[in-house]
């Protein structure tokens, strides 16, 4: 017997054994260290075969180590790094039957790969490093490549040019050698990567805008046997694509289906979430917003501890980008400030106050770090007035007080005497390097500025009308003028109020509404005070600067007619009867959107019935 | 400058250091030095308990905020993490054993595996790693995980990347640009002072700032949620910042705000970020050093009575660098230049109390200069800390690698300085001494230094002397050997007899005719190649000798033996070589140094080329030069006594001889003839007209003692020299002028050189050395003949033909015989035979 056939069956025997530890391992716990401390034994017995010259009697051993070194680097290493020790097995294996190349072409080098194994009995050995090639390429998105792989080996057929058909078509053997175990059957490496590759070409699909293909892709991949994970993926997938397609209800079918599968996808309900929102079913959305935190909450745990991990996870194949785009979920303050507002909107008043006195306690906890991915967060005293608002709605009327406090004491100092507006130059220096900025700490100091004038603003609004709700007039008063004055500090020409609208188009109709309904609740704060004319300028500024508010209109007739002054109170009657609701387009925030109702004029079928019986006799007096 | 004394006490001394971190822990000290080892220095102790050894060099190193872990940065390897052991755990154990216990940290312990980390911080969960990637300063967040659990997992949370820009350096500083490189990134955590946190005290170990400054530097959002602020000083002077724990936000309008932005640009490597906090009513700035001694201060202006709105101001001053450390206690600014440690007061003592409705007075750094404390080269600076005295304390590492403990003087101290005790005057004095001490042993060492460069200078110099004249030697050599060459070796070999036994020894000389002396370092190299050597593998050997020096016109003498286990093999090649070793150059001191700075040790560094050979001369000693003579008249000059040994060798040489040469010891002695024209020899040995007898005598002379001077101090008076060669085999040598025969006009006198021995190899070795003699003399003499000499064609045919049968007769005898053994025998003396009819071939040297 010769040295090296002496030395392979011991390194058959080595392999055998490090293999089946790794399956005992894997059926007990697979834990990544596992899988770490085998690839450093099929590394070292790897590197122990290639210090003997290749020969043409060890291909098959070499081959069934390389296979299974490479799926574990697989997990362990980088994509190039694995591809360049496949290059090296192929190029070992070439010298092995005495064709020696030197090309470093990948797709060139399989060729002649598969051209000098054909019909040979390596050919299934060499078929499984293929499968590595494929996984490789795969997790890189190199889809050209994989493609011309497999129209390699699927001679029969005229090469289609779609990848998706050539894979339909694959009927390369892979059996396995039942002498020289494997860490992972070829057969189900080829399963996962056939799934694994219809998801990638249907998530480029998508991205590209092609939702109906991408449909067909998704559903010709659920077909396939997987595992739980992916296929829930999958669905989810589909759910996105039926959801783009405009069929709500096939997609909410889609994301239950995926929950059916494995209830860790949160994606899927994340997802239903915002169908159930679009199809304005509130209840079912904050249902779904609050599974979907809870499991966020419990999810992190239960990821870093005792799961384990498979050899080859889709994960891996998919790449990373690709992962992140299917997985992706806001983080947990994300979901507790949606569920909020929803229920603020929805009037759920007390759930939604506990939801943001949750989120301020998790934004102040200083020991969670806020995974910072691209999904945006409203700024951090929006949030304070939305949760100041969220408590008045609730009636929690002195918490409001204080988080509005909170709002005042860092913005108010902030503020100068004078905001003068200017058409921004800035806008040309934006685009200039950064150095020239370096001084001042907001690439735009004059919005910044104009946020925090109505933010303070907006903080002392709440508190009057905080102090209105609980009849504290005076209080309410003081408050709604002070937020009249930090609002009326910002200045600008009035021939350039067009001109500025353009930059500044949010702030500037926040700033007109905000001043409007801080006018009406001064007024409202008069009525209660029966100072009757102060109510009737402040209804009528308010007016002048956000016309159309259906409430001041009513308020404002109501008080003319208290004053006595009929006549013009039933022109504005008609007026308002004349023109239709006109709602701004601008979305504006949780509190002054949800402040008409709060605001709303009670009484409005009496003035209704006095307005109509006084045009009435006035018509027949007439 | 003002200058202050302090008390210094020195607690430990840790030799030079390279670069220096120090962490005071409570009693404990941890502490760097460049090295790749953490010391654990117990302050009560005073001496170290632990050293914790890192595969390679610790770059700098931080405590956990629970401070039970430590993390260490090393190079190429990435950020480490150990549990520190607490302080009584470990008291028990090594209060008996007072050598420190040293750990060796595994790699195991690495928590990133990222070998382009540049720096890194710990706060509350949260480990912020910066590194250069490409073009990118790169920013990662990693969450630690539970102490209490195993897992020792990092998990990445999120990260940021800032464009690198080329650092506009002023035109001077340019050296400095390569350390700027080197410089890692200042990292500090920044914290709002909240009601409950009392004020001038730092948070978990990290510098917090009054909720107003804060506010108007890292926004309102940060402020809001009271997140951490973490602040970067890159080594291209930009300094950056992002709220620790904020998520991504986005304006009303939706755009996203970046996460991490630009509070300023120093322009220079930024030193040290902190925060001055003082009292209530006190200053509150946020303070950043740069390298080159610029300093930012950042402060706060309050919302006025007029209407402006509440905004923050940059102050910039500079004070001469380069400071290398800061600390900041309260509102005293601590900073060490290398040469020596300054404090800076923030505070503005000399302004009236001002109302608190007017602005705050811009800081007092620029009416105050800095106040020098006298302790100098310091490298790193802990914590201050006040002692239950009062005072602050400062603990520093000096670059001389002491640990200092410096108390500063309380202001009370400093009013009453005229009023001194006398107690306290000794103190004064012992200080001033100290100081004085401290500089004289900084200026001694670096005089000491100068002085070892200047020599090795000087000595480099001497050796590139030595090579450019051996070196123009050489190039003459080419062209014209006119000169003596300045630098030369001779060697003569002589016979020496030790202890009744001959050796054959070869005298070198070393002759310097240069105008600079050798010194020491050179080594005189004396390569000698044996004739076996030629046939066997090739061993030679080679003797050195260090020279301690030789001055101009001087010689050097030394003496080495030729024969190799009491034989000589002739002959022999001897190369002679200067050698200087660029070893020499460097002090051993330096060389110390050296190995400390790089790991590679010093031998490894001049392995390659650490030599500089010069080659000499090459002589070549053959059977002539080894000649002993003796008189002329007899053959056979047995010694009269002999010991046991030379008569029991004498017995088997001469029975070899028997056993090899049978046929030739009965017929008289071998000779052979050479003939050499007597014009060639005139010209040659430059002896024109001489008589026949002188030429004969003249000839012998220049063979045996290698010069043709008619002296009379060599013991040749006739064309006839007997002598003992190597292996005492005895010899003669005789010379005639004879008429030869050959020229076809008529006689051409020709000089027979007839060598006769009984013994072969003597015989061989005599024939080959008079050959190659006059083969160098053929070389060496002018080709100025009078016209070719016309000789005589059928002379010429009969040699040839002569050589031809000889030929003939030599390949019969190669001819395989298949009688055996004793065929060999007479083999070997018929090839014998047939040499000698070779030799004797009638051909002269003209």
Redesign the interface.
């Known amino acids: 017997m010769s040295v090296t056939s002496c030395l392979a069956e011991r390194w058959i025997e080595e392999s055998n054994t490090i293999i089946k530890k790794w399956k005992e391992n894997e059926k007990l716990r697979g834990q990544l260290q596992d899988i770490k401390h085998c690839y450093a034994q099929c590394l070292k017995l790897h590197q122990k075969i290639q210090g003997v010259p290749a020969v043409r009697q060890q291909v098959e051993l070499e081959f069934a180590v390389s296979y299974n070194t490479l799926l574990f680097s697989l997990t362990n290493s980088k994509p190039n790094e694995v591809n360049d020790r496949l290059t090296c097995c192929l190029i070992r294996a070439l010298e092995a039957v005495g064709f020696p190349v030197h090309c470093s072409d990948q797709v060139t080098l399989w060729q002649t790969v598969l051209k000098t194994f054909n019909g040979k009995e390596h050919q299934t050995c060499i078929h499984k490093l293929l499968l590595i090639q494929w996984a490789i390429w795969l997790s890189q998105c190199q889809f050209e490549g994989i493609l011309q792989l497999l129209q390699m080996i699927n001679p029969k057929i005229t090469p289609s040019g779609d990848l998706l058909a050539e894979i339909r078509n694959l009927t390369f053997s892979v059996k396995d050698d039942t002498s020289l175990l494997v860490a992972m059957a070829a057969e189900d490496l080829k399963g996962l990567l056939h799934i694994c590759t219809f998801i990638s070409k249907g998530l480029e699909k998508m991205k590209t805008g092609n939702y109906p293909e991408a449909l067909q892709d998704f559903q010709e991949a659920g077909t396939l046997s997987s595992p739980r994970a992916l296929l829930a993926h999958v669905h989810t997938l589909m759910g996105l694509c039926y959801a783009k397609l405009g069929r709500p209800q096939s997609a909410l079918q889609c994301y239950r289906l995926a929950l059916e599968v494995d209830f860790s996808c949160q994606r899927a309900l994340y997802q239903s979430a915002l169908v159930y929102k679009q199809l304005g079913n509130s209840h079912a959305e904050i249902e779904a917003l609050r599974l979907l935190h809870s499991a966020t909450l419990l999810h992190p745990e239960r990821n870093?501890?005792s799961e384990p991990v498979p050899l080859i996870s889709p994960d891996m194949l998919l790449g990373s980008e690709q992962m992140a785009f299917i997985s992706q979920i806001p983080?947990p303050?994300?979901i507790l400030h949606i569920l909020g507002h929803t229920c603020v909107l929805n009037d759920r008043n007390s759930e939604g106050a506990e939801c943001y006195l949750d989120l301020l306690a998790s934004?102040?906890?200083?020991?969670?770090?806020?995974?910072?991915?691209?999904?945006?967060?409203?700024?951090?005293?929006?949030i304070?007035l939305e949760a100041a608002f969220a408590m008045l709605k609730a009636k929690r009327f002195w918490d409001g007080l204080a988080i509005c406090e909170?709002?005042i004491a860092?913005?108010a100092?902030?503020?100068?005497?004078?905001l003068f507006l200017e058409p921004p130059m800035v806008t040309h220096q934006l685009t200039a390097p950064?150095?020239l900025s370096?001084?001042s700490?907001?690439p735009d100091p004059t919005?910044e500025?104009l946020?925090?004038v109505l933010?303070s603003g907006s903080a002392y609004f709440l508190q009057g009308w905080a102090y209105l709700q609980l009849k504290d007039t005076k209080a309410a008063l003081t408050n709604f003028t002070r937020a009249i004055n930090q609002l009326v500090k910002v200045c600008f020409k009035q021939k350039s109020k067009p001109f500025l609208f353009s930059f500044f188009s949010?702030?500037m109709v926040?700033l007109e509404t905000l001043k409007g309904q801080a006018l009406t609740g001064r007024g409202l704060c008069f009525v209660e005070r029966g100072q009757l004319m102060g109510a009737l300028r402040d209804f009528q500024l308010s007016l002048q600067t956000s016309p159309g508010c259906s409430n001041t209109e009513m308020w404002l007739v109501e008080i003319l007619w208290r004053l006595d002054r009929k006549e013009e109170a039933a022109a504005m009657w008609r007026q308002i009867k004349k023109c239709t609701d006109s709602s701004t387009s601008v979305d504006l925030?949780l509190y002054l959107q949800a402040w008409q109702e709060v605001a709303k004029y009670h009484g409005h079928s009496n003035l209704h019935k006095k307005m109509e019986a006084f045009i009435h006799s006035c018509g027949t007096t007439a | 400058m003002e200058t202050v004394r302090c008390f210094v006490d020195c607690l430990a001394d840790f030799g030079d250091l390279l670069s220096a971190k120090v962490i005071r822990n409570g009693t404990e000290v941890f502490l760097s030095t460049g090295a790749s080892d953490v010391l654990v220095f117990n302050g009560q102790e005073k001496r170290v308990k632990t050293v914790l050894h890192f595969c390679s060099s610790v770059k700098s190193f931080a405590l956990s905020n629970d401070r039970c872990r430590l993390y260490a940065l090393c190079e190429n390897d990435g950020l480490y993490c150990i549990p520190v052991a607490l302080e009584s755990s470990s008291h028990s154990l090594s209060a008996k054993c007072h050598i420190p216990a040293l750990s060796t940290v595994s790699k195991d312990s690495t928590v990133i595996k990222d070998g382009k980390v540049q720096s890194f911080i710990v706060v509350?969960?949260?480990l912020v790693t910066v590194s250069m990637q490409e073009s990118f300063w790169t920013f990662e967040?990693y969450?630690l995980p539970d102490c209490s659990e195993g897992?020792m997992?990092y998990?990445r949370?999120?990260g940021f990347q800032v464009q690198v820009?080329a650092a506009r350096i002023p035109q001077k500083h340019m050296a400095d640009t390569v350390d700027s490189k080197s410089i890692a990134p200042a990292l500090a955590c920044i914290y709002p002072s909240s009601d409950n946190t009392p004020n001038g005290q730092a948070h978990l170990g990290h510098p917090l700032l009054e909720p107003?400054l804060f506010?108007?530097?890292f926004?309102?959002?940060?402020?809001?949620?009271?997140?951490?602020v973490i602040l970067c000083g890159l080594p291209d002077g930009r300094l950056f910042f992002f709220p620790?724990?904020?998520?991504?936000?986005?304006?009303?309008?939706?755009e996203?705000k970046p996460?991490i932005?630009?509070?300023?640009?120093l322009e220079q490597p930024v030193t040290f970020i902190g925060t001055s906090v003082t009292g209530e009513k006190g200053p509150q700035y946020l303070v950043v050093i740069g390298q080159r001694g610029r300093i930012l201060i950042a402060m706060a202006n309050?919302?006025g009575s007029?209407?402006?709105?509440?905004?923050c101001s940059?102050i910039e001053h500079t004070v001469q660098g380069p400071v290398e450390c800061a600390c900041v206690d309260g509102e005293r600014l601590y900073y060490s230049t290398s040469a020596n440690l300054l404090a800076l007061s923030l505070i503005n003592t000399s302004a009236s109390p001002s109302s608190p409705l007017t602005r705050p007075k811009r800081p007092a750094v620029f009416s105050q200069s800095a106040v020098c404390l006298s302790v100098c080269r310091v490298a790193a600076l802990a914590e201050p800390c006040i002692t239950p005295a009062g005072s602050v304390e400062l603990l520093a590492l000096s670059l001389s690698g002491k640990l200092l403990q410096v108390t500063l003087p309380q202001a009370s101290d400093k009013e009453s300085l005229s009023r001194l005790v006398s107690s306290q005057v000794g103190q004064r004095v012992n200080d001033l001494m100290g100081g004085i001490g401290n500089i004289w042993e900084r200026a001694s060492s670096m005089k000491h230094q100068l002085q070892l460069k200047n020599n090795t200078l000087r000595c480099l110099n001497h050796v590139f002397n030595v090579c450019h004249l051996i070196l123009n030697c050489h190039k003459n050599d080419q062209e014209v050997c006119e000169r003596k060459p300045p630098i030369s070796c001779r060697g003569v070999a002589n016979w020496s007899t030790l202890l009744q036994k001959d050796s054959l020894i070869l005298t070198c000389i070393l002759e310097n005719l240069s105008d600079c002396a050798l010194h020491q370092g050179w080594t005189l190299c004396i390569e000698v190649y044996s004739s076996r050597s030629h046939i066997a593998d090739g061993s030679s050997t080679t003797y050195s000798f260090a020279l301690k020096k030789v001055d101009c016109g001087e010689k050097l003498e030394v003496n080495l033996p030729l024969d190799i286990d009491g034989e000589v093999f002739l002959p022999v090649k001897i190369n002679c070589y200067l050698v200087y070793s660029l070893h020499s150059l460097f002090h051993p001191e330096e060389l110390g140094h050296l190995s400390v700075v790089s790991d590679i040790p010093i031998s490894q560094l001049l392995r390659d080329n650490g030599c500089i050979s010069l080659a000499l001369n090459t002589l070549t000693l053959d059977w002539l030069d080894c000649l002993r003579i003796a008189e002329p008249n007899s053959y056979a000059d047995v010694p009269k006594q002999l010991t046991t040994w030379e008569s029991t060798h004498k017995f088997l040489s001469s029975k070899q001889t028997r056993t090899q040469l049978q046929s030739m010891s009965k017929a008289g002695p071998h000779a052979v003839v050479v003939r050499i024209s007597s014009e060639l020899l005139r010209t040659g040995l430059s002896l024109p007209g001489c008589s026949t007898a002188v030429l004969c005598i003249s000839v012998l002379k220049w063979l045996v003692f290698r010069t043709s001077e008619t002296g009379d101090y060599k013991p040749i008076q006739n064309p006839v020299v007997c002598a003992l060669g190597p292996g005492r085999h005895e010899a003669r040598l005789l010379t005639k002028e004879v008429l030869s025969g050959i020229n076809s006009k008529g006689d051409l006198s020709v000089v027979e050189v007839q060598v006769e021995s009984f013994s072969v190899e003597a015989l061989c070795g005599l024939h080959h050395a008079v050959l190659r003699r006059v083969q160098a003399l053929l070389k060496e003499a002018p080709v100025t003949h009078g016209g070719p000499v016309s000789l005589r064609g059928q002379h010429l045919t009969e040699a040839v033909q002569h050589a031809e049968s000889l030929y003939k007769d030599l390949q019969d005898s190669r001819t395989p015989d298949t009688f055996g053994g004793v065929m060999k025998i007479r083999k070997t003396s018929e090839l014998f035979q047939l040499y000698l009819q070779l030799r004797e071939n009638p051909l002269v040297i003209i």
């Open positions: 870093s501890l983080s303050v994300h934004l102040q906890s200083h020991s969670t770090l806020h995974v910072k991915h691209g999904l945006p967060f409203p700024r951090i005293p929006m304070y909170e709002v860092k913005t100092d902030l503020i100068p005497e004078r950064i150095e370096a001084r700490l907001e919005k500025t946020d925090r933010w949010d702030q926040m925030p | 509350e969960g949260i967040l969450e897992a997992v998990q949370r999120a820009v107003l506010r108007l530097l926004g309102v959002d940060t402020s809001l949620v009271h997140s951490p620790l724990l904020l998520p991504m936000l986005t304006s009303s309008r939706g996203q996460q932005k630009m509070l300023y640009s309050q919302e007029d209407g402006k709105a509440a905004d940059f």
